[in-house]
């Protein structure tokens, strides 16, 4: 069945540092693919998103490229800050459109 | 922008009462509406997929009768937990469908049973 696979966490970094958060995917067909994100004690927020192959997705300085020929979705930030950290989920939808399958969430910790 | 609210966002139970969870959409109609579980430091689990006016379709191992789940109108879908016990102690997210097939997350709701 469909599955999303993340890089295990957490990453620690030090504010202004380059962002990498790999994300692979398995499924039938080209999914519709997302970056979430969750901030401590709430829900989550859409990061970005791409609907079709080659297809960049960006918002906040966060970027992440939808590529079918390594079924990947990584997310990239040039220089991260104090305020990135949070936990970051990578996430598919299904073809029928009808359930999110998420991975298994990133932390990410970024110090001063 | 599309926005889901959850009421309430945090609420403590005796073991053996039932807990209300709703979920609106606020700014626009939603005919799905879906329920997750969250545990601590681990990704959102599927419960079930509320369709307005129609009964909740439930994933493989989610009690129906446990989790009560009606979607009365398009911006109204409620989550309850009946008889609830210290294990069904969770973060409950719901979000609501778009237009086009994506999903808006409500901010969530920590329920603990004791």
């Known amino acids: 069945g469909d599955s999303v696979t993340q890089m295990e966490g957490p990453v620690t970094l030090s504010e202004e540092a380059f962002l990498t958060i790999n994300c692979t995917y398995t499924a039938t067909g080209y999914p519709s693919l997302f970056w979430y994100v969750q901030y401590p004690g709430e829900g989550l927020q859409l990061l970005l998103k791409?609907?079709?192959?080659?297809d960049k997705g960006s918002n906040k300085g966060f970027e992440a490229t939808y590529r079918k020929e390594t079924t990947s979705f990584h997310l990239e930030k040039g220089s991260v800050q104090v305020s990135d950290s949070a936990v970051y989920f990578c996430a598919l939808l299904n073809q029928a459109g009808t359930a999110l399958i998420f991975g298994k969430g990133t932390t990410l910790s970024v110090s001063s | 922008g599309a926005v889901v609210s959850q009421h309430p966002s945090r609420v403590i139970c005796k073991s053996g009462t039932s807990v209300k969870i709703e979920c609106r959409s606020l700014d626009f109609q939603a005919t799905t509406m879906f329920w997750y579980r969250q545990f601590p430091k681990q990704s959102l689990m599927l419960m079930a997929t509320?369709?307005?006016?129609?009964?909740?379709?439930?994933e493989q191992g989610v009690e129906k009768d446990k989790f009560l789940i009606n979607h009365a109108s398009l911006t109204l879908s409620t989550l309850t937990v009946t008889s609830a016990h210290p294990e069904d102690s969770s973060f409950y997210i719901c979000?609501?469908?778009?237009?086009?097939?994506?999903?808006?997350f409500g901010p969530g709701t920590r329920l603990t049973v004791l």
């Open positions: 979000s609501a469908k778009g237009l086009y097939n994506e999903q808006f």
């Open positions: 509320s369709n307005e006016g129609s009964k909740a379709t439930y």
């Open positions: 791409a609907t079709k192959a080659d």
